[in-house]
């Protein structure tokens, strides 16, 4: 009889353990759920702010602009109002993405198309300049 009372108060002291264990395991899950569902809201943001981004980069107009900076011919030195307002716009979005996702390659990705703009601009006029000075040399 003595022995079935060990056994039995160790099978409440097992089921103790195995409750306090439970606890904790639901206590974890409950967190890596919470955890899980606000990475999913995140990269939701980050995908709804790209295809933003997208979506003006797409507009007709986006398009036309990009036709007359990448002419040469047409080379300007300075954006336009609209498009110095779809940059300010699509960087924006990016700005707002990184802030509430805390993605740091969001944020370097707007600070990137700020200067990409001038940045193209630059080197067509390096270019420019580089082969004026070859035509020059060619005429001495």
């Known amino acids: 009889h003595a022995q079935a009372f060990k056994e039995l108060e160790d099978t409440k002291a097992q089921l103790e353990l195995d409750r306090t264990f439970l606890a904790n395991l639901k206590e974890k899950c409950s967190m890596s759920a919470g955890e899980f569902d606000q990475r999913v809201k995140d990269r939701l943001e980050e995908i709804a702010a790209v295809d933003d981004t997208i979506k003006i980069l797409n507009e007709d107009e986006s398009f036309e602009n990009f036709d007359k900076t ?9 954006l336009t109002s609209g498009q110095r307002e779809r ?18 390659e969001l944020s370097l990705l707007a600070s990137r198309a700020q200067l990409d703009a001038f940045t193209k601009v630059k ?4 270019k420019m300049v580089v082969e004026l000075n070859k035509q020059q040399q060619d005429e001495i």
Not at 70 to 78: R, W
Not at 87 to 104: D, H, K, Y
């Open 123 to 126: 080197e067509e006029i390096d």
């Open 70 to 78: 990448v002419n040469v011919a047409l080379l300007q030195e300075s």
């Open 87 to 104: 940059l300010r716009r699509a960087t924006s979005v990016l700005e707002r993405a990184a802030v509430q996702t805390g993605a740091p």
